[in-house]
Protein backbone atom coordinates (compact mmCIF):
# COMPACT_ATOMS: atom_id res chain seq x y z
CA UNK A 1 0.00 0.00 0.00
CA UNK A 2 1.22 3.40 -0.71
CA UNK A 3 2.13 5.14 2.46
CA UNK A 4 0.03 7.16 4.57
CA UNK A 5 0.28 10.87 4.04
CA UNK A 6 -1.80 12.74 7.20
CA UNK A 7 0.28 14.09 9.53
CA UNK A 8 1.21 11.65 12.34
CA UNK A 9 0.66 12.63 16.24
CA UNK A 10 2.02 11.14 19.36
CA UNK A 11 -0.15 11.19 22.19
CA UNK A 12 -0.87 9.91 25.56
CA UNK A 13 -2.90 6.77 25.79
CA UNK A 14 -5.32 8.81 27.93
CA UNK A 15 -5.14 11.91 26.33
CA UNK A 16 -6.49 10.78 22.81
CA UNK A 17 -10.09 12.55 23.62
CA UNK A 18 -8.86 15.64 24.06
CA UNK A 19 -6.57 15.74 21.87
CA UNK A 20 -9.41 15.48 19.45
CA UNK A 21 -11.57 17.65 21.60
CA UNK A 22 -9.32 20.86 21.54
CA UNK A 23 -8.53 20.46 17.82
CA UNK A 24 -12.37 20.07 17.07
CA UNK A 25 -12.01 17.38 15.67
CA UNK A 26 -14.83 15.46 17.08
CA UNK A 27 -18.56 15.82 17.75
CA UNK A 28 -18.60 15.75 21.19
CA UNK A 29 -18.37 12.36 21.38
CA UNK A 30 -15.83 10.35 22.46
CA UNK A 31 -13.49 8.80 19.14
CA UNK A 32 -12.01 6.03 18.06
CA UNK A 33 -8.07 6.53 17.72
CA UNK A 34 -7.25 7.02 13.98
CA UNK A 35 -4.10 4.76 14.41
CA UNK A 36 -2.12 4.03 11.25
CA UNK A 37 -2.97 0.51 11.39
CA UNK A 38 -6.31 0.77 11.55
CA UNK A 39 -6.74 3.79 8.76
CA UNK A 40 -4.65 0.66 6.68
CA UNK A 41 -7.11 -1.61 7.16
CA UNK A 42 -10.05 0.95 6.17
CA UNK A 43 -8.61 1.14 3.36
CA UNK A 44 -7.40 -2.66 2.39
CA UNK A 45 -11.01 -3.69 2.76
CA UNK A 46 -12.31 -1.54 0.51
CA UNK A 47 -9.47 -1.99 -2.10
CA UNK A 48 -9.35 1.95 -2.28
CA UNK A 49 -5.85 3.63 -2.46
CA UNK A 50 -4.93 6.55 -0.33
CA UNK A 51 -4.87 9.00 -2.78
CA UNK A 52 -7.76 7.87 -4.51
CA UNK A 53 -10.26 11.20 -5.11
CA UNK A 54 -13.40 10.38 -3.24
CA UNK A 55 -15.10 13.08 -4.42
CA UNK A 56 -14.44 16.86 -4.84
CA UNK A 57 -16.23 19.80 -3.06
CA UNK A 58 -16.14 22.09 -5.82
CA UNK A 59 -17.31 25.58 -3.73
CA UNK A 60 -13.41 24.93 -1.39
CA UNK A 61 -11.96 22.95 -3.86
CA UNK A 62 -11.56 20.20 -2.02
CA UNK A 63 -10.33 17.13 -3.03
CA UNK A 64 -11.36 14.21 -0.32
CA UNK A 65 -9.07 11.60 -0.31
CA UNK A 66 -10.05 7.70 0.61
CA UNK A 67 -7.22 8.46 3.23
CA UNK A 68 -8.83 11.69 4.79
CA UNK A 69 -12.22 9.52 4.72
CA UNK A 70 -11.04 6.49 6.38
CA UNK A 71 -9.21 8.54 9.30
CA UNK A 72 -12.76 10.25 9.64
CA UNK A 73 -14.26 6.89 9.58
CA UNK A 74 -12.39 5.40 12.03
CA UNK A 75 -12.64 8.10 14.23
CA UNK A 76 -16.46 7.92 14.44
CA UNK A 77 -16.30 3.92 15.10
CA UNK A 78 -16.49 2.41 11.37
CA UNK A 79 -15.20 -0.99 11.47
CA UNK A 80 -13.57 -2.02 8.22
CA UNK A 81 -16.70 -3.58 6.59
CA UNK A 82 -18.12 -0.14 6.71
CA UNK A 83 -15.69 1.67 4.82
CA UNK A 84 -17.33 1.24 0.94
CA UNK A 85 -20.74 2.21 2.09
CA UNK A 86 -19.09 5.48 3.78
CA UNK A 87 -16.82 5.72 0.49
CA UNK A 88 -20.14 5.61 -1.91
CA UNK A 89 -21.90 7.97 0.81
CA UNK A 90 -18.66 11.25 0.57
CA UNK A 91 -19.49 10.22 -3.17
CA UNK A 92 -22.59 10.68 -3.76
CA UNK A 93 -22.84 13.95 -1.21
CA UNK A 94 -19.80 15.25 -3.82
CA UNK A 95 -21.73 14.97 -6.70
CA UNK A 96 -22.30 18.27 -8.32
CA UNK A 97 -26.50 17.78 -7.70
CA UNK A 98 -26.43 16.96 -4.64
CA UNK A 99 -24.84 20.88 -3.64
CA UNK A 100 -22.99 19.79 -0.07
CA UNK A 101 -21.72 23.32 -0.06
CA UNK A 102 -24.94 24.90 0.00
CA UNK A 103 -26.94 22.09 2.22
CA UNK A 104 -24.37 21.93 5.02
CA UNK A 105 -23.65 25.51 5.21
CA UNK A 106 -27.77 27.09 5.22
CA UNK A 107 -29.20 28.34 7.66
CA UNK A 108 -31.99 26.06 6.85
CA UNK A 109 -30.23 22.90 9.28
CA UNK A 110 -30.60 20.43 6.95
CA UNK A 111 -28.94 16.77 7.67
CA UNK A 112 -27.52 14.44 5.37
CA UNK A 113 -30.06 11.07 5.09
CA UNK A 114 -28.30 7.94 3.80
CA UNK A 115 -30.74 5.25 3.47
CA UNK A 116 -28.90 2.22 2.08
CA UNK A 117 -30.00 -0.67 0.01
CA UNK A 118 -28.48 -4.02 -1.21
CA UNK A 119 -26.69 -7.03 0.45
CA UNK A 120 -24.55 -4.94 2.13
CA UNK A 121 -27.27 -4.20 4.58
CA UNK A 122 -27.21 -7.52 6.04
CA UNK A 123 -23.09 -8.10 5.77
CA UNK A 124 -23.20 -5.11 8.32
CA UNK A 125 -25.92 -6.23 10.56
CA UNK A 126 -28.10 -3.40 9.68
CA UNK A 127 -31.70 -3.19 11.76
CA UNK A 128 -34.58 -2.10 9.43
CA UNK A 129 -37.23 -2.68 12.25
CA UNK A 130 -37.66 -0.68 15.57
CA UNK A 131 -36.32 3.10 15.38
CA UNK A 132 -35.26 2.21 12.60
CA UNK A 133 -34.84 6.38 12.31
CA UNK A 134 -33.22 6.73 15.16
CA UNK A 135 -29.84 4.78 14.58
CA UNK A 136 -31.00 1.47 15.34
CA UNK A 137 -27.18 -0.59 14.85
CA UNK A 138 -23.67 -0.08 15.25
CA UNK A 139 -23.36 -0.14 11.09
CA UNK A 140 -26.08 2.89 11.27
CA UNK A 141 -24.84 5.14 13.60
CA UNK A 142 -21.11 5.19 12.71
CA UNK A 143 -21.65 5.16 8.52
CA UNK A 144 -23.81 8.20 9.26
CA UNK A 145 -21.40 9.49 12.03
CA UNK A 146 -18.42 8.98 10.06
CA UNK A 147 -19.79 11.71 7.22
CA UNK A 148 -20.53 13.86 9.73
CA UNK A 149 -16.82 14.01 10.97
CA UNK A 150 -15.77 14.09 6.82
CA UNK A 151 -18.37 17.50 6.50
CA UNK A 152 -16.76 18.64 9.88
CA UNK A 153 -13.04 17.46 9.28
CA UNK A 154 -12.60 17.73 5.73
CA UNK A 155 -15.29 20.38 4.92
CA UNK A 156 -14.99 22.81 7.67
CA UNK A 157 -18.65 22.58 8.70
CA UNK A 158 -18.84 23.19 12.18
CA UNK A 159 -21.60 25.34 14.30
CA UNK A 160 -21.17 28.68 13.99
CA UNK A 161 -18.69 28.32 11.13
CA UNK A 162 -19.26 27.26 7.82
CA UNK A 163 -22.63 25.27 9.53
CA UNK A 164 -24.88 28.17 9.57
CA UNK A 165 -27.79 26.52 10.63
CA UNK A 166 -30.15 28.51 12.82
CA UNK A 167 -31.52 25.68 14.89
CA UNK A 168 -30.37 22.13 13.07
CA UNK A 169 -32.07 18.49 14.32
CA UNK A 170 -31.05 15.54 15.59
CA UNK A 171 -30.33 13.86 12.83
CA UNK A 172 -27.09 15.97 11.88
CA UNK A 173 -24.99 13.68 14.03
CA UNK A 174 -25.84 10.55 12.08
CA UNK A 175 -28.94 9.50 9.83
CA UNK A 176 -27.82 6.02 8.41
CA UNK A 177 -30.91 3.98 7.74
CA UNK A 178 -31.63 0.56 5.79
CA UNK A 179 -34.08 -0.09 3.67
CA UNK A 180 -36.72 -3.12 4.66
CA UNK A 181 -36.20 -4.78 1.00
CA UNK A 182 -37.61 -8.05 2.15
CA UNK A 183 -40.21 -7.11 4.46
CA UNK A 184 -41.42 -4.45 1.99
CA UNK A 185 -42.29 -7.13 -1.13
CA UNK A 186 -43.54 -6.62 -3.47
CA UNK A 187 -42.25 -3.24 -3.69
CA UNK A 188 -39.12 -2.53 -5.00
CA UNK A 189 -36.43 -1.18 -3.24
CA UNK A 190 -35.41 2.53 -3.39
CA UNK A 191 -32.07 1.51 -4.88
CA UNK A 192 -33.44 -0.55 -7.82
CA UNK A 193 -36.35 2.28 -8.34
CA UNK A 194 -32.97 4.31 -8.59
CA UNK A 195 -31.34 2.74 -11.50
CA UNK A 196 -29.14 0.31 -9.06
CA UNK A 197 -28.87 -3.12 -10.74
CA UNK A 198 -29.99 -5.99 -8.85
CA UNK A 199 -27.25 -7.59 -6.50
CA UNK A 200 -25.30 -4.20 -6.34
CA UNK A 201 -25.66 -1.94 -2.82
CA UNK A 202 -26.51 1.56 -3.19
CA UNK A 203 -26.56 4.36 -0.84
CA UNK A 204 -29.02 7.38 -1.12
CA UNK A 205 -28.01 10.53 -0.05
CA UNK A 206 -30.38 13.25 0.49
CA UNK A 207 -30.35 16.77 1.92
CA UNK A 208 -33.25 16.70 4.47
CA UNK A 209 -35.20 18.34 7.56
CA UNK A 210 -36.59 16.66 10.39
CA UNK A 211 -38.72 13.98 10.20
CA UNK A 212 -42.59 14.40 10.86
CA UNK A 213 -44.62 11.29 12.16
CA UNK A 214 -47.86 10.97 11.10
CA UNK A 215 -50.46 8.31 12.29
CA UNK A 216 -53.54 6.65 10.35
CA UNK A 217 -54.40 3.30 12.04
CA UNK A 218 -58.69 3.54 10.76
CA UNK A 219 -58.34 2.66 7.28
CA UNK A 220 -57.78 -0.03 4.95
CA UNK A 221 -58.10 2.59 2.35
CA UNK A 222 -54.72 3.33 0.78
CA UNK A 223 -55.82 6.76 -0.40
CA UNK A 224 -56.68 7.44 3.21
CA UNK A 225 -53.40 6.93 4.36
CA UNK A 226 -51.52 8.84 1.69
CA UNK A 227 -54.61 11.77 2.46
CA UNK A 228 -52.91 11.63 5.69
CA UNK A 229 -49.62 11.70 4.72
CA UNK A 230 -50.06 14.88 2.05
CA UNK A 231 -52.00 16.49 4.70
CA UNK A 232 -48.28 16.78 6.64
CA UNK A 233 -46.16 17.77 3.32
CA UNK A 234 -49.33 20.58 2.74
CA UNK A 235 -48.24 21.89 5.90
CA UNK A 236 -44.72 21.43 5.84
CA UNK A 237 -44.99 23.36 3.00
CA UNK A 238 -46.66 26.31 4.68
CA UNK A 239 -45.13 26.13 7.83
CA UNK A 240 -41.49 25.54 6.27
CA UNK A 241 -41.32 25.60 2.57
CA UNK A 242 -43.23 25.58 -0.06
CA UNK A 243 -40.55 25.09 -3.33
CA UNK A 244 -40.67 21.85 -4.61
CA UNK A 245 -38.01 19.00 -4.16
CA UNK A 246 -37.51 15.72 -3.49
CA UNK A 247 -39.27 14.57 -0.36
CA UNK A 248 -39.10 10.85 1.47
CA UNK A 249 -41.80 8.76 3.19
CA UNK A 250 -41.25 6.17 5.16
CA UNK A 251 -44.12 3.32 5.91
CA UNK A 252 -44.21 0.44 8.60
CA UNK A 253 -45.48 -2.92 8.04
CA UNK A 254 -48.16 -1.86 9.53
CA UNK A 255 -49.38 0.28 7.03
CA UNK A 256 -47.80 -1.22 3.84
CA UNK A 257 -50.12 -4.11 4.53
CA UNK A 258 -52.83 -1.24 3.59
CA UNK A 259 -51.29 -0.41 0.21
CA UNK A 260 -50.30 -4.27 -0.34
CA UNK A 261 -53.67 -5.65 0.04
CA UNK A 262 -54.98 -3.44 -1.69
CA UNK A 263 -52.28 -3.66 -4.72
CA UNK A 264 -50.97 -0.36 -4.60
CA UNK A 265 -47.30 -0.35 -5.93
CA UNK A 266 -44.89 2.68 -5.04
CA UNK A 267 -45.11 4.65 -8.35
CA UNK A 268 -49.09 4.81 -7.42
CA UNK A 269 -47.83 6.30 -3.54
CA UNK A 270 -46.00 8.66 -5.71
CA UNK A 271 -48.89 9.41 -8.61
CA UNK A 272 -51.21 10.06 -5.36
CA UNK A 273 -49.04 12.30 -3.70
CA UNK A 274 -47.81 14.48 -7.01
CA UNK A 275 -51.41 15.00 -7.61
CA UNK A 276 -52.57 15.80 -4.06
CA UNK A 277 -49.54 17.41 -2.74
CA UNK A 278 -50.79 21.28 -4.20
CA UNK A 279 -51.34 24.39 -1.92
CA UNK A 280 -51.70 28.03 -3.29
CA UNK A 281 -50.08 31.55 -2.51
CA UNK A 282 -53.08 32.44 -0.75
CA UNK A 283 -53.01 29.66 1.88
CA UNK A 284 -50.05 31.27 3.15
CA UNK A 285 -52.28 34.49 5.05
CA UNK A 286 -53.74 31.40 7.67
CA UNK A 287 -50.32 30.60 9.05
CA UNK A 288 -48.72 34.29 9.41
CA UNK A 289 -47.12 35.07 6.00
CA UNK A 290 -50.20 37.89 4.91
CA UNK A 291 -46.62 39.87 4.20
CA UNK A 292 -45.89 37.69 1.28
CA UNK A 293 -49.05 37.43 -0.77
CA UNK A 294 -50.55 39.80 -2.39
CA UNK A 295 -53.47 40.29 -5.09
CA UNK A 296 -51.10 39.08 -7.83
CA UNK A 297 -49.65 36.08 -6.39
CA UNK A 298 -52.77 35.10 -4.41
CA UNK A 299 -53.65 32.02 -6.89
CA UNK A 300 -50.30 30.46 -7.65
CA UNK A 301 -50.16 27.21 -7.27
CA UNK A 302 -47.30 25.35 -5.84
CA UNK A 303 -46.69 21.51 -5.85
CA UNK A 304 -44.51 19.59 -3.47
CA UNK A 305 -43.27 17.50 -6.36
CA UNK A 306 -42.01 18.49 -9.77
CA UNK A 307 -43.00 14.89 -10.59
CA UNK A 308 -44.11 11.89 -9.17
CA UNK A 309 -40.38 10.49 -9.31
CA UNK A 310 -39.10 13.25 -6.99
CA UNK A 311 -40.85 11.43 -3.51
CA UNK A 312 -38.42 8.78 -2.63
CA UNK A 313 -40.41 5.68 -0.81
CA UNK A 314 -38.94 3.76 1.55
CA UNK A 315 -39.85 0.69 3.61
CA UNK A 316 -39.11 0.22 7.39
CA UNK A 317 -39.47 0.91 11.06
CA UNK A 318 -41.49 -1.91 13.79
CA UNK A 319 -44.44 -4.27 12.83
CA UNK A 320 -46.66 -2.10 15.22
CA UNK A 321 -47.74 0.95 15.06
CA UNK A 322 -49.60 2.61 11.82
CA UNK A 323 -46.99 5.72 11.73
CA UNK A 324 -45.57 7.16 8.62
CA UNK A 325 -42.84 9.41 8.36
CA UNK A 326 -42.30 12.36 6.19
CA UNK A 327 -39.38 14.11 5.30
CA UNK A 328 -39.40 17.15 3.56
CA UNK A 329 -36.04 18.81 1.90
CA UNK A 330 -33.97 21.19 3.19
CA UNK A 331 -35.46 23.96 0.30
CA UNK A 332 -36.80 22.49 -2.83
CA UNK A 333 -35.06 21.93 -5.49
CA UNK A 334 -31.91 23.09 -4.56
CA UNK A 335 -30.80 20.00 -3.36
CA UNK A 336 -30.69 16.61 -5.35
CA UNK A 337 -31.43 12.80 -3.58
CA UNK A 338 -28.22 10.66 -5.21
CA UNK A 339 -27.75 7.63 -5.24
CA UNK A 340 -24.40 5.92 -5.50
CA UNK A 341 -23.07 2.45 -5.95
CA UNK A 342 -21.25 0.31 -2.74
CA UNK A 343 -18.12 -0.72 -4.39
CA UNK A 344 -19.30 0.25 -7.61
CA UNK A 345 -20.11 2.31 -10.12
CA UNK A 346 -23.41 1.43 -11.87
CA UNK A 347 -24.32 4.63 -14.01
CA UNK A 348 -20.14 4.11 -15.51
CA UNK B 1 -14.05 36.24 -4.72
CA UNK B 2 -14.56 34.42 -7.98
CA UNK B 3 -14.17 37.88 -9.60
CA UNK B 4 -10.91 38.53 -7.91
CA UNK B 5 -9.99 35.83 -9.85
CA UNK B 6 -10.74 37.07 -12.89
CA UNK B 7 -8.64 40.31 -12.43
CA UNK B 8 -11.88 42.23 -10.68
CA UNK B 9 -11.39 43.50 -7.14
CA UNK B 10 -14.74 42.69 -5.44
CA UNK B 11 -16.45 43.43 -2.16
CA UNK B 12 -18.62 41.09 -0.69
CA UNK B 13 -21.71 42.20 1.02
CA UNK B 14 -23.10 40.13 4.20
CA UNK B 15 -24.96 41.26 7.52
CA UNK B 16 -23.06 40.40 10.79
CA UNK B 17 -24.74 37.18 11.42
CA UNK B 18 -22.61 35.79 8.69
CA UNK B 19 -18.85 37.14 9.06
CA UNK B 20 -17.88 33.82 10.92
CA UNK B 21 -18.47 31.48 7.66
CA UNK B 22 -16.95 34.26 4.88
CA UNK B 23 -14.08 34.59 6.93
CA UNK B 24 -13.65 30.70 7.08
CA UNK B 25 -14.58 30.42 3.42
CA UNK B 26 -11.87 33.27 2.07
CA UNK B 27 -9.53 31.25 4.37
CA UNK B 28 -10.14 28.25 2.16
CA UNK B 29 -10.03 29.80 -0.75
CA UNK B 30 -6.14 30.80 0.09
CA UNK B 31 -7.23 34.59 0.68
CA UNK B 32 -6.23 35.28 4.22
CA UNK B 33 -8.35 38.25 5.73
CA UNK B 34 -10.10 39.10 2.74
CA UNK B 35 -12.85 41.93 3.74
CA UNK B 36 -16.14 42.45 3.28
CA UNK B 37 -18.65 45.47 4.00
CA UNK B 38 -20.92 44.21 7.13
CA UNK B 39 -23.89 45.74 7.13
CA UNK B 40 -26.99 44.94 10.20
CA UNK B 41 -28.91 41.79 10.10
CA UNK B 42 -31.92 41.22 8.66
CA UNK B 43 -32.33 42.44 5.53
CA UNK B 44 -35.09 39.96 4.07
CA UNK B 45 -37.53 42.20 6.55
CA UNK B 46 -36.02 45.49 6.90
CA UNK B 47 -37.93 48.87 5.26
CA UNK B 48 -37.10 50.47 2.45
CA UNK B 49 -35.58 53.09 4.31
CA UNK B 50 -33.53 50.58 6.62
CA UNK B 51 -32.43 49.38 2.87
CA UNK B 52 -31.43 52.87 2.00
CA UNK B 53 -29.05 53.55 5.20
CA UNK B 54 -27.71 49.51 4.81
CA UNK B 55 -26.85 50.42 1.07
CA UNK B 56 -25.20 53.96 2.09
CA UNK B 57 -22.81 51.78 5.08
CA UNK B 58 -22.41 49.07 2.71
CA UNK B 59 -20.53 51.72 0.16
CA UNK B 60 -18.83 53.72 2.63
CA UNK B 61 -17.02 50.73 3.89
CA UNK B 62 -16.68 49.64 0.24
CA UNK B 63 -14.69 52.64 -0.52
CA UNK B 64 -12.05 51.62 1.38
CA UNK B 65 -11.92 48.10 0.17
CA UNK B 66 -12.40 49.11 -3.36
CA UNK B 67 -10.73 52.47 -3.74
CA UNK B 68 -6.82 53.31 -3.52
CA UNK B 69 -6.42 56.56 -1.40
CA UNK B 70 -5.31 59.19 -3.25
CA UNK B 71 -2.00 60.39 -2.91
CA UNK C 1 2.24 6.09 23.69
CA UNK C 2 -0.31 5.84 20.45
CA UNK C 3 0.48 7.33 17.03
CA UNK C 4 -2.76 9.05 15.72
CA UNK C 5 -3.43 10.68 12.31
CA UNK C 6 -5.04 14.07 11.62
CA UNK C 7 -8.22 14.02 10.65
CA UNK C 8 -8.21 17.39 9.07
CA UNK C 9 -7.93 18.60 5.50
CA UNK C 10 -5.27 21.03 6.39
CA UNK C 11 -4.21 22.36 2.90
CA UNK C 12 -5.59 25.86 2.05
CA UNK C 13 -6.10 26.78 -1.60
CA UNK C 14 -3.05 28.20 -3.06
CA UNK C 15 -3.02 31.82 -1.92
CA UNK C 16 -3.39 34.14 -4.58
CA UNK C 17 -2.91 38.44 -4.85
CA UNK C 18 -5.54 40.54 -5.33
CA UNK C 19 -5.74 42.48 -8.09
CA UNK C 20 -4.64 46.07 -7.84
CA UNK C 21 -7.42 48.63 -7.00
CA UNK C 22 -8.46 51.87 -9.02
CA UNK C 23 -8.23 55.20 -7.68
CA UNK C 24 -11.63 56.58 -9.06
CA UNK C 25 -14.60 55.04 -10.38
CA UNK C 26 -16.18 57.69 -12.20
CA UNK C 27 -17.29 57.30 -15.90
CA UNK C 28 -16.79 53.10 -14.40
CA UNK C 29 -18.69 50.06 -15.17
CA UNK C 30 -19.67 48.38 -12.12
CA UNK C 31 -21.47 45.13 -11.83
CA UNK C 32 -23.31 43.70 -8.77
CA UNK C 33 -24.02 39.96 -8.38
CA UNK C 34 -27.02 39.57 -6.18
CA UNK C 35 -27.77 36.20 -4.69
CA UNK C 36 -31.52 36.70 -4.91
CA UNK C 37 -32.49 36.52 -1.28
CA UNK C 38 -35.76 38.45 -0.05
CA UNK C 39 -35.21 42.29 -0.15
CA UNK C 40 -32.04 42.43 -2.12
CA UNK C 41 -33.44 44.15 -5.36
CA UNK C 42 -33.99 47.20 -3.35
CA UNK C 43 -31.19 46.90 -1.48
CA UNK C 44 -28.86 46.95 -4.58
CA UNK C 45 -31.14 49.28 -6.70
CA UNK C 46 -30.44 51.70 -3.71
CA UNK C 47 -26.52 50.79 -3.95
CA UNK C 48 -26.88 51.05 -7.78
CA UNK C 49 -28.39 54.76 -7.51
CA UNK C 50 -26.08 55.77 -4.65
CA UNK C 51 -22.85 54.60 -7.14
CA UNK C 52 -24.31 56.78 -10.19
CA UNK C 53 -25.26 59.61 -8.13
CA UNK C 54 -22.29 59.90 -5.43
CA UNK C 55 -19.76 57.88 -7.06
CA UNK C 56 -20.29 59.17 -10.79
CA UNK C 57 -20.31 55.69 -11.89
CA UNK C 58 -21.76 55.36 -15.70
CA UNK C 59 -23.39 52.35 -15.80
CA UNK C 60 -24.22 49.89 -12.92
CA UNK C 61 -24.93 46.15 -14.35
CA UNK C 62 -27.23 44.23 -12.13
CA UNK C 63 -27.02 40.36 -12.14
CA UNK C 64 -28.58 37.23 -9.62
CA UNK C 65 -27.60 33.93 -9.64
CA UNK C 66 -29.87 31.39 -10.51
CA UNK C 67 -28.47 29.64 -7.01
CA UNK C 68 -28.42 31.59 -3.81
CA UNK C 69 -27.08 28.69 -2.31
CA UNK C 70 -24.01 27.86 -4.89
CA UNK C 71 -21.56 30.00 -6.02
CA UNK C 72 -22.08 32.11 -9.40
CA UNK C 73 -22.50 30.44 -13.23
CA UNK C 74 -19.20 30.74 -15.11
CA UNK C 75 -21.12 33.14 -17.57
CA UNK C 76 -21.31 35.75 -14.67
CA UNK C 77 -17.85 35.38 -13.72
CA UNK C 78 -17.00 35.91 -17.17
CA UNK C 79 -19.22 39.09 -17.44
CA UNK C 80 -17.80 40.25 -14.23
CA UNK C 81 -13.78 40.44 -16.04
CA UNK C 82 -15.38 43.42 -18.26
CA UNK C 83 -16.30 45.33 -15.23
CA UNK C 84 -14.32 48.06 -13.28
CA UNK C 85 -15.30 46.33 -9.86
CA UNK C 86 -17.79 44.57 -8.39
CA UNK C 87 -20.05 43.92 -5.37
CA UNK C 88 -21.61 40.37 -4.75
CA UNK C 89 -24.07 39.49 -1.87
CA UNK C 90 -26.16 39.82 0.43
CA UNK C 91 -24.96 36.61 2.72
CA UNK C 92 -27.96 37.16 5.09
Given amino acids: MQPLRSRSIEVDDDGVQELFRQRGWTDGLPVVAPTPERVEAMLAWAGAAPDHVVGVETVKERALTAEKVAVNAVLAGCLPPDFPVVIAAVEAVCRPEFLVHGATASTGGCAVLLVVNGPVRQQLGMSSAHSVLAGPDRASVCIGRAVRLVLRNLLEVRPGELDRSTLGHPGKLSWCVAEDEEGGLPWLPLGTERGVPDGISSVTAFAASGPRQVMNEWTTDPAEVLTTVVAEIKATMLHYSIWAGNYAVMFPPQLRTVFHDAGWSKADVRQYVYDHAVVHRSDWERVGKRAVVSDRNRHVEYRALPAPEHLLVISGGGEAGGFAAVIPPWLGPKSAAVTAGVGVCFEC | ?71 | ?92
Avoid at chain 2, 6 to 24: K, R, Y
Avoid at chain 2, 29 to 43: D, E, K, M, Q, T
Avoid at chain 3, 61 to 87: C, G, Q
Fill in chain 3, 1 to 92: MVTVLDPSFGEDADAFDLPDRPVSLVGATVGIISNGKANTRPFFAHLARLLREEWGVAEVVLRTKSNYSAPAERSLIDEAAHWAVMFAGVGD
Fill in chain 2, 1 to 71: MSGERVGTPAVGIMTSAFVDGAELMATALGVRGYAFAVISHPISSASDAELETKARDALEQARHLLLIAPG
